[in-house]
């Protein structure tokens, strides 16, 4: 027996050492598949077929289902919108498109009811009403309350209004109502809807045609799913008029503490190179406020309040997207897998899945996960799929160097070790983690030898002293720090990281964008502006260990986002992945010969395939440049990169590329704790193992448990209130029926209206002690209130999580 007992305990030890010792993954395969419909991929988890349906759900019966059967996580960052062509008023064929008006767009959202929606779309528990493009589960929404809910109530819904408005307009253009029916130039004016038919945006979409046949339009539905619509909406021609509504639907893949950049991303050409982006024109003064904001152009909180309150008025007179829904989503997993889901992105869009996700019961084994689609779009770092699904992968076999709390959205290093930001005294910038160190300075001066700019004919950096010989200051200066083991990491090829890994990324930033290059796209060219509005200098200060440091006028609220985005200018991270140099120099080679482009709207422009690494004609284009550059040593941009590596060095990188896409069949490689082992792009499967050189250990990620999201209730002192008499109203702040902590609360703001709607006080309440908090409006505000109906609205917010909650209650107030 005692030999038994031994035996076990070696055994026992053996088991915990080889546990703590587990690097990357936790499991040993993850395999996608595809399943468009959302009730069967329910039923795949519940009978085991699968393990996790990564998609954000809000049917509410199947959310009955899913919280009664199955194990799930909630997420808050998903969300349904109208997007509308904006191209005419006649598209080259000559037919109408009344979008093109931008009233019309605005009386939109008089003409949908977004409360009948919420009720009978999402059964009241899948979704809320959505009116912006700030997130109503977000920080930003809890800071301009007072703000967001004045809009709200002045764009309530309201159909006579709506359908006066889009008379009128219509009228100006020239159309005709005859017999209840819209003609232009004699000919009825059809409306094409493309509606996605994967969830509630198909009951969105029929409920918006349904509105506009009654006011006297033909409409055509059309019904196609996501790799079906993305070549018509996303990448197509707008001045062609094959749509002209489409049903949106959008993830935040981390909580933003910082929103100020979405009205660039969602209103003007700024945000994406896709065609329809480059078909914005907002109103000049919506565009400079929307870019000042993207640019964080404000030096007070409440200079940043007046631009937010003037882009959300701004961003409703626009509406190239009308904002309908925002989604309380359940992603349904097995009861016996456990992952790191973000309170925004759910698991689909969280940055920590592939580190976090196993199985409750065993170390190793099979993950099945499907998705509603796959394989949506062309796969490029640079300018390749952005669908959420592609997407999901794409972050799980890359490395960062930084990653975002899936709780609080603050950065957490990953490759990098720490940085010191230094902010100009005044701005309003604050920090949490001790990994970064802020300081405020009275000055900021570029030094003259920083890299300022790109010279595309000589192939060389320009430095400050020669752009700006009169010298440059900058609001920031961020100086990121790597550990000297940075470059043992490997991608998953075996080649070892280098700094010409990040540095072609800096120089591609500047060559995409300059006419002078041969791998020039103009949709680069917006974005690219607006960078260089606020970036005034690069330095690398150590090649071993990698120091650098970045001068920008660019600030964030949090020195961690502050100090991530710079630690991304010499990593290869790109808009749509990460990718080594020697993969990138394929592409680039393609591009210039304009055999394959980068963009879907080069693409569309020069009629060239839009370059794949990881399936279909273009990999037989960029294997033959990768043949080829194993002959010649081929380096991109060489009298810089050249630098910091020899022919023999490049030669051996395509030599590991090329051995890859021999085992693999594709040439997408990361650096994260799994790799992409097997592509189906036929029959839509991706198989994923376990990189068993990366070195994090494995439960390097695994600190993030529960949520600490605060449930609120506002207790009127009566219901009957006497006008002139001060108000005193408690406010509850629990989590499991425990007093939430004063200390972890950041703010609680209460807004009163009256019996119309009209916002007539807001203010902050106090804290009484952990978990209570007290509203107070005195004797001589009271005095000042209508008689009648008062709502009171609470919002708090935690600094746990990033999710406000809120509450309410109603009360009569007598003279």
Not at 312 to 324: F, I, P, T
């Amino acid at each position: 027996m005692r030999k038994l007992w031994v035996s076990l305990l070696v055994m026992l030890l053996a088991l915990g050492a080889w546990a703590q010792v587990r690097t990357g993954a936790w499991v040993d395969e993850v395999v996608f598949i595809e399943e468009p419909s959302s009730p069967k991929g329910v039923d795949m988890v519940r009978t085991g077929a699968i393990d996790l349906y990564a998609y954000a759900i809000s049917d509410p019966a199947l959310i009955k289902t899913i919280v009664a059967e199955l194990g799930y996580e909630i997420s808050y960052g998903s969300y349904n919108e109208i997007s509308f062509n904006p191209y005419g008023p006649e598209f080259v064929d000559g037919r109408l498109n009344p979008f093109a008006i931008p009233a019309i767009r605005e009386a939109v959202n008089w003409l949908i009811d977004r409360d009948y929606i919420v009720a009978e779309f999402y059964g009241g528990v899948g979704g809320v009403a959505r009116y912006f493009t700030i997130t109503p589960s977000f920080p930003d929404y809890a800071r301009l309350a007072d703000i967001a809910r004045a809009l709200e109530l002045k764009y309530a819904h309201n159909p006579e209004k709506a359908k006066a408005i889009i008379f009128a307009e219509m009228e100006k253009l020239g159309a005709e109502l005859k017999d209840g029916k819209w003609y232009y130039k004699g000919q009825p004016v059809v409306l094409k809807f493309l509606i996605r038919p994967e969830d509630e945006r198909k009951q969105i979409g029929d409920y918006l045609a349904t509105l506009f046949e009654q006011l006297g339009f033909e409409v055509e539905r059309m019904y196609k799913r996501a790799a079906e619509a993305s070549p018509i909406w996303l990448s197509g021609d707008p001045s062609k008029g094959e749509w002209h509504v489409y049903t949106g639907g959008w993830v935040t893949t981390a909580i933003s503490r910082d929103q100020g950049a979405n009205f660039d991303y969602f209103y003007t050409p700024r945000g994406r190179p896709d065609a329809l982006w480059q078909a914005y024109k907002p109103d000049p003064e919506f565009d400079a406020v929307a870019d000042r904001l993207a640019r964080r152009d404000f030096t007070s909180v409440e200079e940043r309040r007046e631009l937010f309150a003037k882009a959300l008025e701004l961003s409703m007179k626009d509406s190239v997207r009308v904002w309908v829904s925002n989604r309380v989503s359940y992603t349904p997993r097995a009861k016996n897998l456990k992952v790191a889901a973000d309170l925004a992105g759910g698991v689909y869009g969280a940055w920590l899945w592939s580190r976090t996700i196993r199985f409750e019961d065993k170390v190793g084994g099979t993950v099945r996960i499907a998705q509603p689609s796959m394989l949506t779009e062309p796969w490029n770092a640079i300018a390749g799929t952005n669908w959420i699904y592609d997407m999901m992968i794409i972050r799980g076999v890359s490395d960062y160097a930084t990653l975002p709390d899936p709780f609080t959205g603050l950065y957490y290093p990953q490759l990098v070790e720490k940085a010191e930001v230094y902010v100009l005294e005044g701005l309003p910038v604050g920090k949490t983690l001790d990994w970064v160190d802020l300081k405020f300075v009275p000055e900021i001066k570029v030094p003259a030898d920083a890299w300022y700019d790109w010279d595309p004919v000589a192939q060389r950096f320009i430095t400050v002293g020669e752009a700006q010989p009169a010298g440059l200051t900058a609001r920031t200066r961020t100086v990121v720090y790597f550990p000297a083991d940075l470059y043992e990491r490997t991608w998953h090829d075996g080649s070892k990281f280098s700094l010409v890994d990040g540095l072609i990324g800096f120089i591609l930033t500047f060559e995409r964008a300059k006419p002078e290059s041969p791998i020039y796209d103009e949709a680069a060219v917006p974005g690219f502006k607006s960078f260089r509005t606020y970036f005034k200098g690069l330095k690398i200060i150590s090649v071993n260990p990698l120091v650098f440091e970045v001068y920008r006028d660019l600030i964030y609220l949090d020195a961690e986002r502050i100090a991530a985005g710079a630690a991304d200018y010499l990593m290869p991270v790109y808009a749509q992945g990460t990718a080594p140099w020697h993969a990138l120099a394929l592409g680039i080679q393609a591009e210039a010969a304009k055999q394959l482009v980068f963009s879907s709207a080069k693409s569309k422009k020069l009629g060239v395939d839009w370059m794949n690494y990881l399936a279909g004609p273009s990999l037989e284009i960029l294997t033959r440049y990768l043949k080829e550059n194993i002959e010649t040593g081929y380096i991109p941009f060489e009298s810089v990169l050249g630098q910091y590596m020899s022919k023999e060095e490049a030669i051996a990188r395509y030599k590991n590329l090329l051995a890859w896409y021999e085992a693999h069949g594709h040439l997408w490689i990361g650096m994260g704790p799994l790799y992409i082992d097997l592509v189906k792009p036929v029959e839509k499967v991706v198989v994923l193992k376990r990189y068993e050189a990366f070195p994090d250990p494995a439960e390097k990620w695994a600190r993030f448990a529960e949520p600490w999201i605060a449930a609120v209730e506002v207790t009127s002192p009566a219901p009957v209130l006497k006008l002139g008499a001060p108000w005193d109203f408690l406010v509850e702040v629990t989590f499991k029926d425990q007093p939430y902590p004063v200390k972890d609360i950041d703010f609680v703001t209460y807004l009163l209206f009256d019996a119309e709607g009209n916002l007539v006080l807001s203010g902050r309440a106090e804290p009484v002690q952990d978990g209570l908090f007290v509203v107070t409006v005195p004797a001589a505000e009271t005095k000042k209130l209508p008689v009648g109906s008062i709502r009171i609205e609470v919002a708090v917010a935690s600094k746990l999580v990033a999710i406000p909650s809120f509450a309410s209650a109603t009360f009569t107030a007598i003279p």
